[in-house]
DNA sequence: CGTTTGACTACGC
DNA sequence: CGCGTAGCCAAAC
């Protein structure tokens, strides 16, 4: 009986979650590695750095392959922008696709977490594999209780 | 087989 | 708000 590579269920995680992002939503790198428990041997605050390029690396893989049970166009960077070479065929793949699904870019070429952001999966969905809820991408709703407004009175 | 690079990101200037 | 850097795994050179 032979252990799998960690890094092998490391990359088959990784898919695993991009399969769960809905068509006309997009998630980024940083989220999907703050999903997966930090793995033994690396100081938390060293993953919080590196886990997402190795979320990089895993998408890097079926991105190559064209895997068509990975919407791995759905992935981007944290500012909200495609992260492949601009001009590049999968770079154009990707754009593509995704205003197929109806994502806009704005006339930065980014993409509004607030309208196309995902938080997650269900809670079910994350507790029964152990993985953890993302931190959202969406500007934070104003708390009730706070002074959300300076009052100019 | 040692080096370099990478679909990244947080942090300090 | 833009730019440089660290991080210490894997895959490509």
């Not at 492949?84 to 065929?89: F, I």
């Not at 754009?95 to 079910?124: H, M, Q, Y």
Request: glycine content about 8%; hydrophobic content about 35%.
């Amino acid at each position: 009986m032979q252990m799998p590579p960690d890094q092998a269920a490391y990359y088959q995680t990784v898919w695993d979650i991009v399969r769960q992002v809905p068509a006309g939503h997009v998630v980024t790198f940083g989220q999907i590695a703050v999903m997966i428990p930090v793995p033994e041997g690396i100081e938390p605050d060293v993953y919080q750095r590196i886990g997402p390029r190795w979320v990089g690396n895993a998408m890097n893989a079926v991105t190559f392959r064209d895997e068509p049970t990975v919407p791995w166009h759905r992935v981007i960077n944290s500012k909200g922008g495609i992260s492949l070479e601009e001009g590049s065929a999968p770079a154009t793949r990707q754009r593509t696709r995704l205003e197929a699904e109806g994502v806009r870019f704005d006339s930065k070429d980014l993409i509004d977490f607030d309208v196309f952001g995902w938080d997650g999966p269900d809670d079910d969905w994350l507790q029964e594999r152990s993985l953890l809820r993302p931190h959202s991408m969406k500007t934070p709703p104003p708390s009730p209780d706070e002074p959300q407004q300076l009052s100019l009175f």
